[in-house]
């Protein structure tokens, strides 16, 4: 008797045996007239390979309806990473699929719901999630019936007969089953499926590990995927890369329950890949990043603004002033710029809310006059938050129609997770206010970059580029510009991102003020720094706001220390975008400089970086 199954035990070589199996799972139903027999083989088969949490049903005889919830861990996101999804990571996800009662697959397609029980007003990802599902339960649905799924497991259980009695092939049950309890780290234990493995999967993990990887992990490296007419008619399967294929149907073979159970889990690491409205994967972006957005297709465009996605202005507004003004100011740079036609990208897809279907701003027919003259009109970050939104909002409408709009598109479109560090976590050597934890990259590089970072170790070096291209930055990721239109100052150690521990050498790099692209010396810099710390300060150095246009930033990467890293002096060179990974932000204003002789590789300025990074990054 396993979870109140009642399994033939006897050893026999006949077809009453198979008969057994699958009659005894339905017969434990018989005294329930209204639930289908299929539908009680589905849930128990969700909780033998998950749990049996995993799983609630209410059901609703009077209508022959049944409410069936499957729950979803999503404890492998990293803390930082549920902020910015704004998910609550210690709590699952919840599938809520109703079915007939009395026809399950037979009756007619499941609605679905997903929701966090306590995060249901906030959960946008859920909106994403809940249509991905439903177009892949639609699809299922074509080839689905109680019939199909029960003539496959008949068909796997006679191949299973050539092995022996259901007591050995439940006592094998281990080496077939897909996953064990926990989601987050499965565990290869069985010598038959680690034989299974060749040697380019042992490659991919960690050398000399125990063959627990990360669930993230796996899917950058391969695993075994199916299609549905594949799984429905028996046809073979292919081993392939998951990173362009976690649309790709899991198996079928443990009942409907499981494989849309297996199809939400692959497909939550990549939502930021795949536009939120047409789940077709974004065309603008150079890399993927940490954000889920909306495509700059004009068909979601329009969609995303019907479906009011992006009307969490005033919550931004309230809850993250300081690195709203900070958007601002990135894209006021840009757009400033001389290099605007190269550098301002993504432009803003923006539909006129005098004429909703047509695009007042518009990717394919620039106007960059136009968009200047709307973001003139949006008013300072400080006069937001002295007053009503609501108010503020009509301000702005009088000034300019397209002004709000254009703000909740600054605000929607940035793909990084960025937030204000308070004073007691910022690094005090930097000698700025306004410092940010800038993360960028999504679930699955973040796996990758740890997964190197065990294998060669990792250090933190400074990156510096004009603040006008962060506009772009914070969209498209921090990537390889060598020999391309992005290029400013050249590339005399090789194709790459140029990092390096000295601070004067990224300062340099990010262009002390606007509009200012000559290299400045270090002498330069010192002279300046000395100059600033004695002149008397007109306001507060803790000013809460950005309050100058005259803006020049650096940011902290940590990077991985393997052999592709190239060290030329105090500049370095890493030809692998995956190997760099952005981590703090720092922002001087009116030509304000830190300190130009900080060296990352001091070993009071690492331990000044670890007190920080510490909580702040890695606290999941």
Same mark, same amino acid.
């Given at each position: 008797?396993?979870?109140?199954?009642?399994?033939?035990?006897?050893?026999?070589?006949?077809?009453?045996?198979?008969?057994?199996?699958?009659?005894?799972?339905?017969?434990?139903?018989?005294?329930?007239?209204?639930?289908?027999?299929?539908?009680?083989?589905?849930?128990?088969?969700?909780?033998?390979?998950?749990?049996?949490?995993?799983?609630?049903?209410?059901?609703?005889?009077?209508?022959?309806?049944?409410?069936?919830?499957?729950?979803?861990?999503?404890?492998?996101?990293?803390?930082?990473?549920?902020?910015?999804?704004?998910?609550?990571?210690?709590?699952?996800?919840?599938?809520?699929?109703?079915?007939?009662?009395?026809?399950?697959?037979?009756?007619?397609?499941?609605?679905?719901?997903?929701?966090?029980?306590?995060?249901?007003?906030?959960?946008?990802?859920?909106?994403?999630?809940?249509?991905?599902?439903?177009?892949?339960?639609?699809?299922?649905?074509?080839?689905?019936?109680?019939?199909?799924?029960?003539?496959?497991?008949?068909?796997?259980?006679?191949?299973?007969?050539?092995?022996?009695?259901?007591?050995?092939?439940?006592?094998?049950?281990?080496?077939?089953?897909?996953?064990?309890?926990?989601?987050?780290?499965?565990?290869?234990?069985?010598?038959?499926?680690?034989?299974?493995?060749?040697?380019?999967?042992?490659?991919?993990?960690?050398?000399?590990?125990?063959?627990?990887?990360?669930?993230?992990?796996?899917?950058?490296?391969?695993?075994?995927?199916?299609?549905?007419?594949?799984?429905?008619?028996?046809?073979?399967?292919?081993?392939?890369?998951?990173?362009?294929?976690?649309?790709?149907?899991?198996?079928?073979?443990?009942?409907?329950?499981?494989?849309?159970?297996?199809?939400?889990?692959?497909?939550?690491?990549?939502?930021?890949?795949?536009?939120?409205?047409?789940?077709?994967?974004?065309?603008?972006?150079?890399?993927?990043?940490?954000?889920?957005?909306?495509?700059?297709?004009?068909?979601?465009?329009?969609?995303?603004?019907?479906?009011?996605?992006?009307?969490?202005?005033?919550?931004?507004?309230?809850?993250?002033?300081?690195?709203?003004?900070?958007?601002?100011?990135?894209?006021?740079?840009?757009?400033?710029?001389?290099?605007?036609?190269?550098?301002?990208?993504?432009?803003?897809?923006?539909?006129?809310?005098?004429?909703?279907?047509?695009?007042?701003?518009?990717?394919?027919?620039?106007?960059?006059?136009?968009?200047?003259?709307?973001?003139?009109?949006?008013?300072?970050?400080?006069?937001?938050?002295?007053?009503?939104?609501?108010?503020?909002?009509?301000?702005?409408?009088?000034?300019?129609?397209?002004?709000?709009?254009?703000?909740?598109?600054?605000?929607?479109?940035?793909?990084?997770?960025?937030? %204000?560090?308070? !004073?007691?976590?910022?690094?005090?050597? @930097?000698? &700025?206010?306004? =410092?940010?934890?800038? $993360?960028? +990259?999504?679930?699955?590089?973040?796996?990758?970059?740890?997964?190197?970072?065990?294998?060669?170790?990792?250090?933190?070096?400074?990156?510096?580029?004009?603040?006008?291209?962060?506009?772009?930055?914070?969209?498209?990721?921090?990537?390889?510009?060598?020999?391309?239109?992005?290029?400013?100052?050249?590339?005399?150690?090789?194709?790459?991102?140029?990092?390096?521990?000295?601070?004067?050498?990224?300062?340099?790099?990010?262009?002390?003020?606007?509009?200012?692209?000559?290299?400045?010396? %270090?002498?330069? !810099?010192?002279?300046?720094?000395?100059? @600033?710390? &004695?002149?008397? =300060?007109?306001?507060? $150095?803790? +000013?809460?706001?950005?309050?100058?246009?005259?803006?020049?930033?650096?940011?902290?990467?940590?990077?991985?220390?393997?052999?592709?890293?190239?060290?030329?002096?105090?500049?370095?060179?890493?030809?692998?975008?995956?190997?760099?990974?952005?981590?703090?932000?720092?922002?001087?204003?009116?030509?304000?400089?830190?300190?130009?002789?900080?060296?990352?590789?001091?070993?009071?300025?690492?331990?000044?970086?670890?007190?920080?990074?510490?909580?702040?990054?890695?606290?999941?």
């Amino acid at each position: 008797d396993i979870k109140g199954h009642n399994w033939a035990e006897e050893e026999s070589d006949g077809e009453n045996e198979c008969g057994e199996f699958l009659y005894g799972v339905q017969g434990t139903c018989c005294a329930d007239l209204y639930r289908h027999p299929q539908l009680d083989a589905d849930i128990e088969a969700v909780k033998e390979i998950y749990s049996e949490s995993a799983v609630s049903v209410r059901e609703y005889g009077t209508i022959d309806d049944a409410d069936i919830d499957l729950h979803i861990n999503i404890g492998f996101l990293d803390e930082e990473v549920a902020t910015a999804w704004k998910v609550i990571r210690t709590e699952p996800i919840v599938l809520r699929l109703r079915f007939s009662l009395s026809q399950y697959l037979d009756g007619p397609e499941p609605t679905i719901d997903v929701f966090q029980p306590s995060n249901r007003e906030d959960f946008g990802l859920g909106i994403q999630l809940k249509k991905i599902l439903s177009v892949f339960s639609s699809h299922q649905w074509r080839y689905l019936s109680n019939e199909v799924l029960r003539s496959q497991q008949e068909r796997r259980l006679r191949w299973l007969r050539v092995s022996g009695s259901i007591k050995r092939f439940r006592a094998g049950l281990s080496i077939f089953s897909p996953v064990p309890k926990s989601p987050s780290f499965p565990g290869v234990q069985d010598s038959a499926v680690r034989s299974s493995l060749t040697g380019s999967d042992l490659r991919s993990g960690l050398a000399g590990a125990d063959l627990r990887v990360p669930r993230l992990m796996n899917r950058s490296v391969s695993c075994t995927l199916r299609n549905p007419k594949s799984e429905l008619y028996g046809s073979h399967t292919t081993t392939t890369q998951v990173s362009g294929h976690c649309k790709t149907v899991p198996t079928l073979e443990y009942g409907f329950l499981v494989q849309i159970m297996k199809y939400a889990e692959q497909r939550l690491p990549t939502l930021n890949e795949y536009c939120v409205v047409c789940d077709e994967q974004h065309v603008f972006q150079n890399a993927s990043m940490l954000k889920p957005a909306v495509c700059t297709r004009e068909l979601c465009v329009f969609s995303f603004y019907t479906l009011g996605v992006m009307s969490g202005a005033a919550e931004e507004v309230a809850t993250g002033a300081e690195v709203v003004g900070l958007l601002v100011a990135m894209c006021r740079a840009a757009l400033e710029s001389p290099r605007k036609s190269i550098i301002f990208e993504p432009y803003p897809s923006v539909v006129d809310p005098n004429d909703p279907k047509t695009l007042a701003f518009n990717p394919k027919k620039k106007n960059y006059e136009r968009l200047q003259k709307a973001l003139d009109s949006v008013m300072s970050i400080r006069e937001m938050t002295q007053g009503s939104y609501l108010e503020i909002k009509k301000q702005m409408d009088r000034l300019d129609p397209l002004a709000h709009p254009l703000l909740q598109w600054i605000i929607s479109s940035n793909r990084s997770h960025i937030v %204000k560090l308070p !004073l007691s976590r910022q690094l005090k050597f @930097m000698h &700025t206010s306004h =410092q940010f934890l800038l $993360l960028s +990259s999504p679930p699955a590089k973040e796996a990758r970059f740890r997964t190197a970072k065990k294998l060669y170790g990792s250090t933190f070096a400074f990156h510096g580029s004009h603040i006008e291209n962060w506009h772009s930055i914070l969209r498209n990721g921090l990537v390889n510009a060598s020999y391309t239109k992005l290029q400013l100052h050249g590339a005399a150690y090789g194709k790459g991102i140029y990092l390096s521990p000295i601070s004067s050498i990224s300062f340099g790099y990010s262009g002390m003020g606007k509009g200012q692209h000559r290299m400045p010396s %270090k002498d330069e !810099l010192v002279q300046r720094y000395n100059r @600033m710390n &004695t002149i008397p =300060q007109t306001r507060c $150095l803790q +000013s809460r706001f950005l309050q100058s246009r005259n803006l020049n930033c650096i940011a902290l990467c940590e990077v991985i220390t393997s052999k592709d890293l190239q060290k030329h002096g105090n500049i370095w060179v890493c030809p692998v975008s995956d190997h760099v990974c952005t981590r703090f932000f720092f922002v001087y204003e009116d030509g304000q400089v830190g300190d130009a002789n900080i060296n990352t590789q001091d070993p009071k300025i690492q331990k000044e970086i670890m007190r920080v990074i510490g909580t702040q990054v890695y606290s999941g």
